[in-house]
T-cell receptor
Framework: DGGITQSPKYLFRKEGQNVTLSCEQN?????MYWYRQDPGQGLRLIYY???????QKGDIAEGYSVSREKKESFPLTVTSAQKNPTAFYLC??????????????FGPGTRLTVL | RKEVEQDPGPFNVPEGATVAFNCTYS??????FFWYRQDCRKEPKLLMS???SGNEDGRFTAQLNRASQYISLLIRDSKLSDSATYLC??????????FGKGTRLSVIA
């Protein structure tokens, strides 16, 4: 089955701890993205990557870090520097950012709660 | 002005009704437009792309008005299963999609 997987589905962490959210895709997509969604809010872009070993900050990158060592994987680390990390985190991918943007497809999301 | 704006709703409509949502965008260079559907506590799923000439998929019709910088989604013969939040997404190309906050639709029996 082709698609995007995110794990874990629910994650609880104590304040002051770093945590890494997993995102894997087998769609052979070049571009991958991380968004954050808060209740009643839209999607806000955290980081995106157009190609392996390259990534760019989105609108709310502070307190987050990413890596793109493999085409199919784009993990997101929520660091202790992120002031309000409790949110729904969505990973997405698309075939390319070049030219007209192809549709972005989303994983099922990880719901992070900081206790 | 926000890049992409939507009426948050909620729109409460009876089954069988026709309902329309608009989404305005500020970047006149925008090239690609999409409507997504998001169910409660789930990920957004692509509903349809929006083409310059307008496009239809069953009960759903999407239109683009470049002059006034908005896209619209029309749902005919609403079903209970249409209840969800509808997000519009826009990009000028070479940058990630920018999403609106969504419009919540409740279809009532």
């Amino acid at each position: 089955d082709g698609g995007i997987t995110q794990s874990p589905k629910y994650l609880f962490r104590k304040e002051g701890q770093n945590v890494t959210l997993s995102c894997e895709q087998n769609l052979n997509h070049d571009a991958m993205y991380w968004y954050r969604q808060d209740p009643g809010q839209g999607l806000r872009l955290i980081y995106y990557s157009q190609i392996v070993n390259d990534f760019q900050k989105g609108d709310i990158a502070e307190g987050y870090s990413v890596s793109r060592e493999k085409k199919e994987s784009f993990p997101l680390t929520v660091t202790s520097a992120q002031k309000n990390p409790t949110a729904f985190y969505l990973c997405a991918s698309s075939s390319s950012l070049a030219g007209v943007v192809d549709t972005q497809y989303f994983g099922p999301g990880t719901r992070l709660t900081v206790l | 002005r926000k890049e992409v704006e939507q009426d948050p709703g909620p729109f409460n409509v009876p089954e069988g009704a026709t309902v329309a949502f608009n989404c305005t965008y500020s970047n006149s260079a925008s090239q690609s437009f999409f409507w997504y559907r998001q169910d409660c506590r789930k990920e957004p799923k692509l509903l349809m792309s929006v083409y310059s000439s307008g496009n239809e998929d069953g009960r759903f019709t999407a239109q683009l008005n470049r002059a006034s910088q908005y896209i619209s989604l029309l749902i005919r013969d609403s079903k209970l299963s249409d209840s969800a939040t509808y997000l519009c997404a826009v990009t000028p190309g070479n940058t990630p999609l920018v999403f609106g906050k969504g419009t919540r639709l409740s279809v009532i029996a």
